[in-house]
């Protein structure tokens, strides 16, 4: 995004104005007022009249920057520059342009020579303290900022600048000192806030947030700030607090619902976080943002009817991300809309054939009408990428199902091995050892898997069924007593399910 150049430009020559005609003066007001149309048509008629006028070729320029023209306003800026190459007024408007025309080492060069001039030059000092702060060198920034006046200094979009400065160089005393005497100014501290965070200062930024919330409790923009640091912080149960009291008041704002949802997802509550991205989909249907993580969140929880919405509502807003139609196949597949969900996997798997993941989702489609139908592509899967731990779940799952536990054996082991908190390859390699008569092996397995999915009762019935098998029957009876009336889900393999 290209910068626009200020209009505090005004103030760099109000002595040149105080001598210049009318025109001039109508001109740089319009410009001044952000009225860049009228002050194009007074400036280019002041030059109609007067064809050297400095100021009006600088302001001209400065102007038609505003307007994003800033291949014409480089032809005005130049002149200027060219009839007065030591003003402090010409030299900043053309730095400002440079910065435009994103010429950052130009500009530099252009504000270094306006301070050779005039070393208390403001408006020179404070972009290049800018700059500095862009770079992160916080040192550098104090250096330009401490020749500014005491006025300007003063200034609150110039403590903004001051305190970053401090909190980048180490002074995180004074840093703190000058927050402070903000404190009850919500709109700086909240601006601070995300200056802070944006420059990586994250628990700087939570900590002034969180003193300035103390002097202004009701302030939504602070208690949205706070929440939205707080999550990044990793503060989950705080960022949850203040992002459920920025929604209680603005229930429909579509930011708070996506970043509480971030939150309830981050603290373990992934209905929550559906509920909220649903809501606020159907509030902002064209957000991308929202339909892509309402989409993800849904898929997560085998709501796969809300998935393949989301994923087609997606798919239409970003045409050009074929991953849409992939997700929305596998959605579909899980929907048993085989014929459509297996159209779009294939055409995906077509165009991208280097992509494991396609061939993962793939065989596991195949392989929910075929179980031998899936082998292939997730052999295509495995030997694209050899550490895909998904895929060689499923591939051993496949063997399991053909009959062969030895095959299955090393995919699993090394599934289970390489993601250990993941139920469905404990319960998998527990059935393999089963299978080869490793009931021990296979308890342990089983007894990890129900450990991980205590709400699963796939997970369950199979270490009831081991349990039973070794002897163990009160534990045993003691599972299926408390699993007897729970749904036992029978849906097309996927990543997310224990299979039987």
Request: glycine share 6%.
């Amino acid at each position: 995004m290209r910068r626009r150049s200020p209009c505090i430009l005004l103030g760099w020559c109000g002595c040149a104005l105080a001598a210049s005609g009318p025109l001039l003066t109508e001109g740089v007001n319009a410009l001044q007022r952000g009225d860049f149309a009228l002050a194009e048509q007074k400036l280019r008629a002041e030059l109609q009249a007067h064809p050297d006028d400095i100021e009006a070729l600088s302001f001209l320029g400065a102007t038609l920057d505003n307007e994003n023209k800033p291949a014409d306003a480089d032809v005005f800026h130049k002149r200027a520059l060219a009839l007065a190459p030591r003003s402090n007024s010409i030299l900043d408007k053309y730095g400002s342009h440079l910065l435009v025309m994103q010429d950052a080492s130009g500009a530099r060069q252009a504000f270094l020579k306006s301070l050779a001039i005039n070393p208390a030059d403001g408006y020179a000092n404070l972009q290049l303290a800018q700059m500095a702060l862009n770079a992160k060198d916080g040192a550098e920034a104090l250096r330009y900022l401490s020749r500014l006046s005491t006025e300007q200094a003063a200034q609150p979009e110039v403590a903004l600048r001051s305190l970053l400065a401090l909190q980048l160089s180490g002074r995180k005393t004074e840093a703190g000192e000058l927050a402070a005497k903000f404190r009850n100014d919500a709109a700086w501290s909240v601006s601070a806030g995300r200056a802070l965070a944006d420059a990586g200062e994250l628990s700087a930024a939570e900590v002034l947030l969180e003193n300035a919330l103390t002097a202004n409790p009701d302030s939504f923009p602070l208690l949205f700030s706070l929440g939205v640091v707080a999550s990044h912080t990793g503060h989950y149960t705080r960022s949850q607090q203040t992002l459920e009291a920025s929604l209680r008041q603005q229930p429909g704002n579509t930011d708070v619902l996506y970043s509480l949802a971030y939150t309830y997802d981050a603290n373990q509550q992934p209905g929550a976080a559906l509920r909220l991205l649903s809501q606020a989909a159907q509030l902002a249907p064209g957000r991308v943002d929202l339909q892509k993580s309402l989409a993800i969140a849904a898929a997560n929880l085998g709501d796969y009817q809300t998935a393949a919405a989301a994923w087609e509502a997606y798919g239409q807003l970003v045409p050009s991300d074929d991953t849409a139609r992939r997700e929305r196949g596998f959605a579909k597949v899980h929907l048993g809309q085989f014929d459509t969900g297996l159209a779009d996997l294939r055409w995906y798997a077509t165009r991208h054939p280097e992509d494991a993941e396609a061939w993962y989702e793939l065989g596991i489609a195949e392989s929910s009408q075929d179980p031998t139908a899936g082998m292939s592509s997730l052999d295509k899967a495995v030997a694209l990428r050899p550490d895909f731990a998904e895929a060689r779940s499923a591939r051993g799952a496949l063997y399991y199902r053909e009959g062969k536990p030895e095959s299955a054996l090393p995919d699993l082991e090394f599934a289970a091995s390489n993601q250990p908190g993941n139920a469905l390859h404990q319960a998998r390699l527990g059935q393999i050892y089963l299978a080869l008569d490793r009931l021990n092996d296979a308890l342990r397995h089983f007894r990890r898997a129900a450990e991980l999915a205590p709400g699963d009762y796939q997970a369950q019935f199979h270490l009831a069924n081991a349990l039973a098998e070794a002897g163990q029957m009160a534990e045993s009876d003691a599972i299926m007593a408390k699993i007897r009336n729970w749904p036992a889900r029978g849906n097309a393999p996927t990543g997310n399910l224990l299979d039987h």
